[in-house]
């Protein structure tokens, strides 16, 4: 039920973590409900934070013991009300501590921290545990360093080790809910991915796509030219097309053309065409992309890159439907329907006198703006199994799967490149997952495997790992409020249950840290 293996990535376990053994010396681990270790500390060359647990990892028996102690913990704490447990481990005077993992009221493992001594060991005692390990196969040097090293904790220390050990215990049980609920949605779009969540080519379930479907829907027997607004990688060609093919032009020709892609001379020849003999190498007629379209569609993308002389020239054909093949000394007619696109600001290029005013109103008469793909993020699951089906399908293989670490790894990244970037992502995903049904993280491009890891993306960032263990506890928890609720978008309840606490609690920490954004927003 659990992927222990995608735990260790977490950065909030991580850090909680060298919370325990920079505070306790203590090693954290975890295990099944079958006893078995599904952390790395059994790896040939895993390197222990506790260089007692490394002693004893060597020792003939050492892991023998740590095994009884494991089934003696679990058996005991799977029926119990506590959510933790103080265990005397094996080796004698040596003690740790555990907390259950429970995901949809089933216990599923444990989380260990281990191993400490009470601060009222004596003397007599601590010789006890360096016979006794002395005895077992260990060198008299390995056991003095790690007896010594072990931590001697008083109750009020180990009541904290206790709160920081469950505290890992929820991040598991958050973690595996959250990843099973993008999963169940994934799953729910996947069945309902239909003309609800589609129009023509274009897919999106956000609200501001589902905004522009609606609106397309309006204008789709209107004649008005449209202008799309958009960062690259948008769609703003899948928006043109979706126009022309549910517009009564959809039967004639739709064509498209980068206005950013020719100089002046060379996009009034593509537009306009050109009469034999125009210009060096004009050695017959060409038709223009006008007169090609004519009853149709044509698409001018990147309109802001055009020049003060074309856009004159456009704005002829848009004002009398009449325009000049390069060369040419008769005017001719067309009948098209201009949809325009551009990633730049025109109303800042207007002012700058950059783009004519004219020209803009008479392309802007129905305005489209394609939000980017970060704006989106409850469409990037949706895009995700697409391309994936896609991609499968036209090569030929077995339908694939993201792996949860890699498909919370893509969520959380912001996608610069947009709607183009996460296709090309998806397509270089499943040709190096090759013969393999499932898309692992390893697979991804650095920049998202690494996007995780930047200052400032970790939620733990700042919190103070010195000091007081109190003050530092409450910062974690303020922290972690704070950021469910911004998550939550401040619905309580839902964090609350997230938290595993009561309402009424959660309400009295938000009072106590001074959470509320009502107040915030009253001034107080």
């Known amino acids: 039920m659990i992927k222990w293996e995608e735990i260790k990535g977490l950065h909030v376990i991580s850090k909680l973590e060298e919370i325990l053994n920079k505070w306790y010396g203590v090693e954290q681990f975890y295990t099944d409900t079958h006893y078995k270790v599904r952390s790395n500390h059994l790896d040939k060359d895993f390197e222990f934070k506790s260089h007692f647990m490394k002693v004893q990892m060597n020792m003939p028996h050492g892991y023998d013991w740590l095994c009884q102690d494991i089934e003696k913990v679990t058996d005991g704490i799977s029926g119990a009300d506590e959510h933790w447990q103080v265990f005397d481990s094996f080796i004698p005077h040596v003690k740790g501590v555990a907390a259950k993992v429970v995901v949809d009221g089933q216990f599923v493992g444990c989380v260990f921290a281990y191993p400490f001594v009470s601060d009222s060991t004596t003397d007599t005692e601590f010789a006890e545990i360096k016979k006794f390990m002395t005895e077992n196969g260990a060198s008299e040097g390995d056991v003095n360093a790690c007896v010594d090293s072990m931590k001697k904790l008083s109750s009020t220390h180990v009541d904290y080790l206790k709160e920081l050990t469950e505290l890992v215990s929820q991040e598991v049980m958050t973690f595996h809910e959250e990843i099973t609920k993008r999963e169940e949605r994934i799953h729910e779009l996947n069945s309902e991915l239909g003309d609800k969540y589609r129009y023509h080519t274009m897919i999106g379930k956000s ?87 004519n009853s149709g569609t044509l698409f001018l993308d990147e309109i802001g890159d055009t020049s003060l002389t074309m856009q004159v020239k456009l704005l002829r054909v848009l004002q009398e439907g009449t325009y000049l093949p390069v060369g040419a000394t008769s005017p001719k007619r067309a009948d098209v329907r201009i949809v325009a696109a551009t990633n730049k600001d025109l109303k800042t290029m207007m002012q700058k006198g950059e783009f004519r ?50 498909m919370e790894k893509m969520l959380d990244y912001p996608w610069p490149g947009n709607v183009r970037e996460l296709e090309n992502e998806v397509e270089r995903l499943v040709v190096l997952a090759g013969d393999d049904k499932t898309i692992t993280p390893d697979l991804l491009s650095q920049r998202i495997l690494d996007h995780g890891d930047r200052p400032g993306n970790t939620m733990t960032r700042g919190v103070n790992t010195s000091g007081s263990l109190k003050a530092a506890l409450e910062e974690l928890e303020s922290l972690m409020i704070r950021e469910g609720l911004k998550r939550c978008n401040f619905n309580k309840s839902k964090l609350a249950k997230e938290l595993g606490i009561s309402r009424a609690s959660l309400i009295m920490k938000v009072e106590k840290y001074g959470l509320d954004k009502r107040k915030k927003a009253a001034g107080e």
């Open 357 to 406: 005013e004219d020209l803009f109103y008479r392309i802007n008469v129905i305005n489209v703006q394609l939000p980017p793909l970060r704006e989106r993020n409850e469409d990037i699951s949706v895009l995700m199994d697409h391309f994936l089906k896609k991609r499968c399908d036209e090569s030929g293989l077995p339908m694939k799967q993201f792996s949860k670490k890699c």
């Open 207 to 293: 609200k501001k796509m589902q905004t522009i479907y609606r609106l397309l829907e309006k204008i789709s027997n209107s004649e008005s030219s449209v202008l799309i607004n958009g960062e690259n990688g948008t769609g703003k060609e899948l928006v043109a097309k979706a126009i022309h093919y549910t517009s009564p032009r959809k039967d004639n020709q739709f064509l498209a053309v980068n206005c950013s892609a020719f100089n002046d001379n060379l996009l009034d020849s593509e537009l306009f065409g050109h009469v034999k003999g125009a210009f060096t190498g004009a050695v017959k007629d060409k038709k223009g992309l006008f007169e090609t379209a």
